[in-house]
T-cell receptor, first 110, second 118 residues
Framework: GNSVTQMEGPVTLSEEAFLTINCTYTATGYPSLFWYVQYPGEGLQLLLKATKADDKGSNKGFEATYRKETTSFHLEKGSVQVSDSAVYFCALGYGNKLVFGAGTILRVKS | DGGITQSPKYLFRKEGQNVTLSCEQNLNHDAMYWYRQDPGQGLRLIYYSQIVNDFQKGDIAEGYSVSREKKESFPLTVTSAQKNPTAFYLC?????????????????FGDGTRLSIL
């Protein structure tokens, strides 16, 4: 079946550090891939997406590349800020539904 | 501004009581979804609807019911049959996307309703 596996958190970084949150997936067919971010007490916001292999999604300094050969969609940012502290979800879209990973908590210290 | 409105933000249920969570969108989206979020877990799909007057069960539909009488509205009822209803409930909507898989359309989320048992 379709599933998403994210690295466990929490991930704690100092401001301006490099961020990587790993995401791998299992899927039949050709899914779309998404990263969502959730701030405390709020819903999810779309951060970026990629719809086919080798596509790179980017937004607000975050990037992720759809790697079909490694079934991965790792999230990266070159220099994190305290305001990036949130929960990050990797998701796989197939048919008319999304399948989410368990989420990774990111804490950025000043 | 267009968006998704969920109400109330906090809801309390007594044992044996049904409660209904509201979800309204003005994005003109065809599809709407309900998810449940528990601490340390990802989102799990309860029900979804692609068009008015039609909906399908998700992965954890037992103890829940929905209706889709209008394009803008997709209320969720948590029935007394749901034995562990305490959770954060999120509503989402999206365009149906292009054939054949509809998978490239992102979902837009409301701010959620937190349901607790008294």
């Amino acid at each position: 079946g379709n599933s998403v596996t994210q690295m466990e958190g929490p991930v704690t970084l100092s401001e301006e550090a490099f961020l990587t949150i790993n995401c791998t997936y299992t899927a039949t067919g050709y899914p779309s891939l998404f990263w969502y971010v959730q701030y405390p007490g709020e819903g999810l916001q779309l951060l970026l997406k990629a719809t086919k292999a080798d596509d790179k999604g980017s937004n607000k300094g975050f990037e992720a590349t759809y790697r079909k050969e490694t079934t991965s969609f790792h999230l990266e940012k070159g220099s994190v800020q305290v305001s990036d502290s949130a929960v990050y979800f990797c998701a796989l879209g197939y048919g008319n539904k999304l399948v989410f990973g368990a989420g990774t908590i990111l804490r950025v210290k000043s | 501004d267009g968006g998704i409105t969920q109400s109330p933000k906090y809801l309390f249920r007594k044992e044996g009581q049904n409660v209904t969570l509201s979800c309204e969108q003005n994005l003109n989206h065809d599809a709407m979804y309900w998810y449940r979020q528990d601490p340390g877990q990802g989102l799990r799909l309860i029900y979804y609807s692609q068009i008015v007057n039609d909906f399908q069960k998700g992965d954890i539909a037992e103890g829940y019911s929905v209706s889709r009488e209008k394009k803008e509205s997709f209320p969720l009822t948590v029935t007394s049959a749901q034995k562990n209803p305490t959770a954060f409930y999120l509503c989402a909507s999206s365009y149906r996307g292009t054939v054949p898989t509809y998978s490239n359309q992102p979902q837009h989320f409301g701010d959620g309703t937190r349901l607790s048992i008294l």
